[in-house]
């Protein structure tokens, strides 16, 4: 099936029907991997074989300029490119109640190498939590010489740290990640779109609130 721009797989039932749970559907980006996600089934289309990924079938009865929602898929395709030759690095960080119990995703990607982080962090502000995960998964990377990507969907942090904000709060960690940044040879940060359907950014959401429910079971 189609889910947004991205072809996912769709959880069937014995009766060889979608599992339906809230007007959602369970789906997964790959059929090997272990996080599945529920998304509204209004979303979930069937592949058509004979659109070309390229055209817009509505785009062309119409023959209007694209629209908002189609760039943002277009996006979703350059962000999964742009880590061929390099680190790839998705990070989340959450807060039940902000302040509240707080975790952080980080997915790291590298060729075939693949590293998950989901940690618990304490009471915190969700843009603690959106810093923390940036700065921990900065400092994951031994190697400051490997060009890197970092995927993030917080404006505040991408603000902070990329357009020059002047932050009134949380100063002593936005110098720190700063001073990390200064350390790499090519390093880029990129905005994304919250639950836009980018896998790695979806997975780093599901790691960043997992560590949260873990810490409030224990």
Known sequence: MRFK??????????????????????????????HEYWVHQKNVKPIDPSQSETKDPEKKKSGKKPSKNNTKQEIITIDETVCDDAVCIYTDGASSGNPGPSGIGIVLGFGKHEKEISRYIGIAT?????????????????????????????????????????????????????????????????????????????????????????????
């Open 5 to 34: 721009n991205n072809k996912v797989w769709l959880a069937l039932g014995q009766n060889q029907r979608p599992v339906v749970k809230n007007g959602k559907v369970l789906i997964k980006y790959q059929l090997d991997q272990d």
């Open 126 to 218: 969700n843009n603690i939590a959106e810093l923390e995960a940036i700065r921990t998964g900065l400092l994951e990377l031994k190697n400051t010489d490997l060009p890197v990507r970092l995927f993030t969907d917080s404006s505040y942090a991408y603000g902070v740290l990329v357009l020059g904000w002047k932050a009134r709060k949380n100063q002593d960690i936005i110098r720190s990640i700063i001073k990390i940044i200064s350390k790499f040879n090519d390093l880029k940060i990129i905005k994304v779109k919250g639950h836009g359907g980018i896998e790695g950014n979806e997975r780093a959401d599901f790691l960043a609130t997992s560590a949260i429910k873990k810490a409030e079971r224990t």
